[in-house]
């Protein structure tokens, strides 16, 4: 008996799409680690190869074939360059969750990063404890000390945010916001998890956004990280009670509106993670904020701002949720701001949830080639659309000392 035979349904779905491949290869100049390493098996074709392979039990070791899967950005660049619609990000979540369930990864590790990701970063309150710490030790000059002793990996020292003060980490205040102008809707907030602790502005302004284009904005208490992370690492049985919870706590609203591509992506796979009715619906009612304000129009003029920009899509808002014109139409609305091309902008930059950490050399290979591009562009702004992607085109722009700031598109949104 094969893999395949005796696989919940989700696995012999899986196995079906993988059949739609047809082996052409279009995909592969637009998967960045076959860009990188000119390998087969770590292109969209190998990899659907290798995983139809693991179901039909042809694969002795399934460890064997991990290396190849951990590669794998997840970003989806495959996923909108194959003319066959092979859904790879399904295939991919559902084998690394069946590869987590029969052969767990051992070593300390994989036991710091299972922990991390299940009992920190899925639950809110421990992760702004987490920040809480790190802000100390950084005030302390803890951090500096590290980095001095070399107690960091350079991989971590690389692309480590630094930890913002108390205030610009403080949450969003629960409960019902009312607009000062006419409500033109209502809608739900969903605030993520690391947005919060590293980019509070960010979810204070997206409320503000919200708030002055006539919107009255529910942030549910109740609501729970996504669980995009602990699906992309193979533990979508850890996200399931997640987004359980947020079925309920959005229950009152028939608009969800998130901020972060990757949330946005996962929101909007709820359907698939549970397999109900119910999620089903939720899924319809998510949207990206800029998918949103472009589909409602803006009310409110934003302020005007004289600097050169490039908007960088994130792979989770272009390949995941096919928005891209969007963020666009709304920044070609600010006074001022010169939008310009850079050859790059749908290439992953390397972030992909934690992978910078877990595949630091090619992550950093993969960053140097987009912030190139974005250094060619000779921009004073890179504005993008997730928390991840943030940070890596930050960090890499830092590192080859570029003038430009990277900021969120709510941030240029927002009225005077
Ligand atoms: S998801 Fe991205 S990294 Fe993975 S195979 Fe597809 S294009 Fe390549
Ligand atoms: S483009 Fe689609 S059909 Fe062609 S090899 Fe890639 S995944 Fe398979």
Not at 160 to 165: F, H, L, Y
């Amino acid at each position: 008996m094969t893999h395949v035979d005796h696989q919940r349904p989700s696995a012999v779905d899986f196995y079906r799409r993988s059949l739609d491949c047809v082996h052409c290869g279009l995909c592969l100049p637009a998967c960045p680690t076959y860009q990188a390493l000119g390998v087969e098996a770590d292109s969209p074709r190998g990899r659907i190869y290798l995983m139809r392979a693991l179901a039909e039990g042809r694969v002795d070791d399934p460890q064997s074939i991990r290396p190849f899967l951990d590669r794998c950005l997840d970003c989806r660049a495959c996923e909108t360059a194959c003319p066959s619609g092979v859904r790879y990000g399904e295939i991919l979540e559902t084998v690394r969750t069946d590869l987590e369930q029969k052969a767990p990864r051992r070593g300390p590790g994989a036991w710091l990063v299972r922990t991390l990701l299940t009992h920190v970063v899925a639950r809110q309150n421990r992760l702004r404890l987490l920040f809480a710490l790190l802000g100390i030790a950084e005030v302390l000059g803890l951090r500096w000390l590290a980095e001095r002793l070399r107690l960091l990996p350079a991989s971590m020292r690389a692309v480590a945010p630094r930890i913002p003060p108390r205030a610009e980490r403080r949450p969003l205040p629960t409960g019902v916001h009312r607009p000062a102008v006419p409500v033109r809707g209502r809608v739900g907030l969903f605030t993520g998890c690391v947005m919060e602790p590293l980019f509070g502005r960010v979810n204070r302004a997206t409320l503000r956004l919200l708030l002055a284009n006539g919107f009255e904005v529910v942030v549910p208490a109740a609501q729970r990280c996504c669980g995009a992370l602990l699906v992309h690492a193979g533990l979508a049985g850890r996200a399931r009670p997640l987004a359980t919870a947020n079925l309920d706590a959005f229950a009152d609203v028939d608009v969800v509106i998130n901020n972060s591509a990757g949330c946005g992506c996962a929101l909007k796979e709820t359907g698939h993670l549970l397999g109900n009715d119910r999620a089903q619906a939720f899924a319809r009612k998510c949207r990206d904020i800029s998918e949103f304000l472009a589909e409602v129009g803006l009310t409110a003029t934003p302020a005007p701002r004289r600097a050169r920009a490039a908007y960088d899509d994130p792979c989770h808002l272009c390949h995941g949720q096919g928005v891209r014109t969007q963020p666009r139409q709304l920044l070609a609305q600010v006074p001022g701001l010169e939008l310009v091309p850079h050859d790059r902008p749908e290439d992953c930059c390397g972030s992909a949830g934690i992978y910078n950490l877990l595949q630091p050399a090619l992550a950093a290979e993969i960053g140097n080639r987009k912030v190139e591009s974005l250094a060619a562009a000779n921009v004073d702004l890179v504005i993008t659309g997730n928390p991840g992607c943030m940070l890596q085109i930050d960090s890499h722009l830092r590192r080859i000392g570029h003038r430009a700031t990277v900021r969120h598109p709510v941030e240029l949104l927002l009225p005077p």
